[in-house]
């Protein structure tokens, strides 16, 4: 088997697609040399040969020691030089490179095959001491520090220490001699610390390198990140070991970085920095200020030092081309590593460039003007989920943040305003115009009302799918959830963060995107919708074949989804209606009635008010198909339950506390999510749904009148297992249909259907379907009725599951594609059998995530329904899914 790759003078054995092998470095390493770009030769070690070193006690294969010495022969007989030769040296580099690009993992070694008799040699030849010296004390630092673990710090003290007894400020004012005696220093540092000297061999320092780097695969910091970035450990690193070119001979040397295309903008101009007379990473660690590439960026940024368009026009003019020519073939943006030694060009990394998401649509919109990709590609080039940040109000990056505490980032976009700590509060601010920010140690659903009154929402406890963050992130506000480092003293009425003591009234900015809080009023960048973001929803409009709705509560929720281009209502929750203002008083009335009589009574107390809820919502979707699901949740959530609340309540109702209180414990349930909700509250209690059922054929009727539009209501009956229980229900709504229109003189058409939410309901698809006109599916319940896994509970145990590897992903964020996902399919199949044109959708949370969204595709559904800031990820993930 073969375990290295060669590459340079114009060949290569590996190619930019084998990345799985070379490593993204060594691929494109591999690929530039063979497009005949001037490539330093080297070679590149696969990436087995990590699995090879882990399986085997940490040792290298022989055959793999015997091939790279055969490629180090090609690459001596490439530059001329050899390797250890004390004449004419050739020094290395050794270079780490995983699959997908992973900083954490090990530093790159420069000049390796440096020592005592080499480093005269390289100074002779080059005629330029001083190089051959910086480039040792280089060599040992990184080396001493990668390879044999003796921290850059102790290197960094020794350096600063002779630059201050030498009285030098910087690196390059040493001399030749001043060099060779930190040399000096660093090799004694090393024997001190270690007991050994530092290796004169070169072959032991190659070797050495090269374990280091396999080993660096499995250092803390690689292993986190591959943790955050779901990189599997089975990948492995590739090694590149590559002859050196220098960037420190000098004022004709250099070494830069560049992109293509601007990665902040996506503006189509070479962008990056160099430096004269440096080498490695000197550009990035920041010890001297670099320089612009262009002269168009210099005088932007002001600055008077000469660009290299101005310093080194000729090797300029090659990297521009060769710019060019690395973005046509690889048809993307482009992130490069290039030195320059005395006048002569060299590439040294190519990948595709990271990138805001603005830049990201600008690219991809540009590369289709330009015809360098098709439209369906410049879709696939946009990850959905990071619309996310273009959506909502952002910080400007410019800005200096005074962070006074952190939470998790559980609702994307920043939002600045007064401290308030009550739902009332928030309410009372948005009346008089004042933006506030709703603090509170954790939400429940009686703060709904002040949720939505303020800019952003800020709790000290809870997790990402905690109430607050789920109601923030369907109402599209920033949220900050869980921020466990401040404090919310409600006693006084106080905020207490790092230092800082802020009170009500006082004026903070939360980054629901990063989980920071601040203190005061910082800058930020509206949301952009035109150009290029409309140009990009546009083709993936035209590409996908699912439509897209939302789910929407509220006038403020549905217009909101219109603006970003939702084609109806896929979920309308009609008791979050029943929160607001004066009603919660008439609904606690409902509930606590005696008898029907009672229930009634309150009933068409509400009636005016739902009504006037879906005209509203009729009227906004203009004909757009509109689902609105009777009433869900179980009733003791509507209830008072502290003695304060209760006498309050009773007060109202001319009660006694005592018997009220007598009848809220009455409607108290072990298990409420499993209880008396759903249609089982129709069935006890049809006088509810007739309620409701007439309240949105009458809008409809009016809507219908107003607009002009057909408007075709469609009636959702939730949590439905049984075939009897839908054939009951909806004889209701049928009754009640027939007398509003009777009534009103006007027919319209309307469907009845309902939520497949219980594995019952999905197994017996074929029977329900009889009955039913659509299907949408409830994700949200039918996760938690498949696992038996209560979902607001789920947060204490599943973090623990994913930490410890017993499942992959929180089935509540992205569907289970093969149990919850199986059911689906049962349901969508069986469904359509009974009734082949039956409308299928999907309306819990899973309707915003792309993967779930591709999921959906597959199975046939024919729409998503998600909040309204999740419509335009569901388009570009439905058009993606269509490709
Ligand atoms: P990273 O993975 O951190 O990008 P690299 O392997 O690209 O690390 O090495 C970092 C820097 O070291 C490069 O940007 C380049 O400046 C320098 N370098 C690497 N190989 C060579 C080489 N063969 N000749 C000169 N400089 C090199
Ligand atoms: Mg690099
Ligand atoms: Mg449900």
Redesign the pocket.
């Known amino acids: 088997r073969k375990w290295v790759y060669t590459f340079g003078d114009g060949k290569a054995e590996g190619r930019a697609g084998d990345r799985e092998h070379l490593g993204g470095?060594g691929a494109n390493l591999a690929e530039m040399a063979s497009l005949g770009l001037p490539v330093?030769p080297?070679l590149t070690i696969i990436t087995d040969v990590c699995t090879y070193y882990y399986e085997n006690g940490r040792t290298l294969p022989e055959a793999m020691k015997k091939e790279v010495l055969a490629g180090l022969k090609g690459m001596e007989e490439i530059t001329g030089r050899g390797f250890g030769d004390t004449t004419n040296p050739l020094l290395?580099?050794v270079?780490?490179?995983a699959r997908t690009?992973m900083?954490g993992?090990m530093?790159?070694v420069?000049n390796l095959g440096l020592n005592d008799e080499t480093v005269e040699a390289l100074g002779h030849n080059a005629g330029d001491a001083r190089f051959a010296w910086d480039s040792y004390r280089r060599f040992i630092q990184m080396y001493g520090d990668v390879v044999m673990g003796l921290g850059h710090e102790s290197f960094e003290e020794i350096l600063e220490d002779e630059k201050a007894r030498l009285g030098h400020d910087l690196d390059t004012d040493l001399s030749a001699v001043e060099w060779q005696h930190v040399v000096g220093l660093y090799k004694a540092l090393i024997e001190e610390e270690l007991g050994e000297p530092f290796p004169q061999d070169p072959l032991v320092q190659l070797w050495g390198a090269i374990g280091a780097v396999f080993a660096s695969w499995m250092n803390p910091r690689a292993i986190t990140y591959r943790h955050l970035h779901a990189i599997p450990a089975e990948w492995g690193t590739a090694v590149?070991v590559?002859?050196?070119?220098?960037?420190n001979l000098g004022s004709t040397s250099a070494?830069g970085?560049a992109f293509t295309r601007n990665p902040s903008t996506g503006e189509k101009a070479l962008y990056g920095e160099f430096l004269v007379n440096a080498?490695?990473?000197d550009?990035v660690a920041g010890i001297r200020t670099p320089q612009s590439i262009t002269e168009a960026a210099r005088i932007e940024s002001g600055s008077d030092r000469p660009s290299l368009e101005k310093v080194m026009p000729e090797a300029f003019a090659e990297f521009r081309s060769i710019c060019d020519k690395l973005e046509s073939h690889y048809r993307d943006m482009q992130d490069l590593?290039f030195?320059i030694e005395r006048g002569k060009l060299?590439m040294?990394?190519a990948r595709s460039g990271k990138r805001t998401t603005k830049a990201a649509m600008k690219i991809a919109v540009d590369m289709a003007a330009e015809g360098l990709i098709g439209e369906e590609e410049a879709v696939m080039r946009i990850e959905p989920s990071s619309l996310d940040q273009l959506l909502h109000p952002t910080i400007d990056p410019r800005v200096e943040r005074d962070v006074i505490g952190s939470g998790l980032p559980a609702s994307p976009g920043a939002a600045t305003g007064a401290i308030v700590f009550t739902a009332e509060e928030a309410v009372a601010a948005e009346e008089e115009g004042r933006k506030v920010i709703l603090v509170r140690v954790e939400t429940s659903p009686e703060d709904i009302h002040g949720m939505h009154a303020a800019e952003g929402i800020l709790t000290t406890r809870g997790g990402m799918t905690s109430h607050a963050a789920v109601v923030a992130r369907g109402m599209g506000i920033p949220c900050v959830a869980g921020a466990g480092s401040l404090r919310v003293d409600l006693r006084n009425e106080v905020l207490i963060g790092a230092g800082v003591t802020l009170g009500k009234g006082d004026i903070i900015t939360i980054d629901g995107s990063t989980g920071q809080v601040l203190r005061g009023r910082v800058a930020m960048l509206q949301p952009e919708l035109s150009g290029d973001f409309a140009q990009l929803m546009d083709w993936a409009d035209r590409t996908r074949r699912m439509t897209v709705r939302t789910n929407a509560d509220t006038p403020t929720d549905a217009r909101a989804a219109r603006s970003f281009g939702a084609e109806g209502i896929g979920l309308c929750r009609t008791e979050h209606m029943f929160f607001e203002g004066m009603r919660i008083q008439v609904m606690r009335e409902m509930i606590l009635a005696a008898d029907e009589e009672g229930r009634r009574r309150a009933l068409a107390k509400l009636l005016p008010m739902q009504r006037s809820d879906f005209t509203e919502l009729f009227e906004i979707m203009h004909g757009l198909p509109v689902t609105i699901r009777l009433l869900d949740p179980p009733l003791h959530e509507f209830l008072p339950k502290t003695d304060e609340e209760i006498a309050e309540v009773a007060d109202a109702m001319g009660l006694e506390p005592q018997l009220l209180r007598q009848r809220v414990d009455a409607l108290h349930e072990f298990n409420p999510m499993l209880g008396h909700r759903g249609c089982r509250l129709a069935i006890s209690y049809p006088e509810i749904a007739e309620m409701q059922a007439r309240a949105i054929f009458e809008a409809a009727i009016e809507a219908a009148r107003e607009t002009g539009a057909a408007v075709v209501p469609e009636i959702m009956v939730p949590l439905v297992g049984l075939k009897s229980e839908l054939d009951y229900v909806k004889a209701a709504i049928d009754r009640v249909a027939q007398e509003v229109m009777t009534e009103a003189g006007l027919q319209i058409s309307y469907l009845v259907g309902t939520m497949i939410e219980l594995p019952r309901a999905a197994l017996r698809a074929h029977v329900i379907a009889e009955a039913a006109e659509f299907f949408s599916f409830g994700t949200n319940d039918l996760t938690q009725t498949t696992f038996g896994i209560s979902r607001d509970d789920a947060s204490s145990f599943i973090t623990t599951y994913q930490r410890k590897g017993i499942i992959e992903h929180d089935p509540f964020i992205s569907l289970d594609f093969d149990g919850v996902g199986e059911l689906i399919r049962i349901a969508a199949e069986r469904g359509r059998q009974t009734r082949p044109d039956m409308k299928l959708g999907i309306c819990g949370e899973h309707g915003g995530d792309p993967a779930s969204i591709h999921f959906c595709e597959g199975a046939g559904l024919d729409y998503v329904s998600c909040s309204p800031f999740r419509v335009p990820i569901a388009r570009l993930s439905a058009a993606q899914a269509a490709i």
């Open positions: 470095k330093p080297g290395l580099s270079r780490s490179g690009s900083p993992m530093d790159t420069l590149t590559q002859a050196m070119v220098f960037g070494t970085v080498q490695g990473e550009v590593e030195t060299w040294l990394q």
